[in-house]
């Protein structure tokens, strides 16, 4: 069993930055993939970056050179470095571990972006 902690969210303007925060109170250690999506209002729930456990690093196509996925396997904990932020970022950003027989997902954290 995992569990996902999300912080690091909060209001920012456009061209700001924010690091979201994922801690895991299980290992993170064995996983498939492990990320971050976001979902704003009236829209699906998409794929922002994710991290496989063979090391391959995807971004969505609209973040690629602004946010940057990294993670702490001593810390149990994965981020997402955001800069260059636009209004179009806005959304409730999800952390997300993947395992062989398990999916987990985080509460959810706000990421507002002012013009």
């Known amino acids: 069993q995992v569990q996902l902690v999300e912080s690091g969210g909060g209001l920012v303007q456009a061209g700001g930055s924010l690091r979201l925060s994922c801690a895991a109170s299980g290992s993170i250690f064995s996983f498939t993939a492990m990320g971050w999506y976001r979902q704003a209002p009236g829209k699906q729930r998409e794929l922002v970056a994710r991290?496989?456990?063979?090391?391959?690093?995807n971004y969505a196509d609209s973040v690629k050179g602004r946010f940057t996925i990294s993670r702490d396997n001593a810390k149990n904990t994965i981020y997402l470095q955001m800069n260059s932020l636009k209004p179009e970022d806005t959304a409730v950003y999800y952390c997300?571990?993947?395992?062989?027989?398990?999916?987990?997902w985080g509460q959810g954290t706000q990421v507002t972006v002012s013009s």
């Open positions: 997300n571990v993947l395992k062989t027989f398990a999916e987990y």
């Open positions: 991290i496989t456990s063979g090391g391959q690093l």
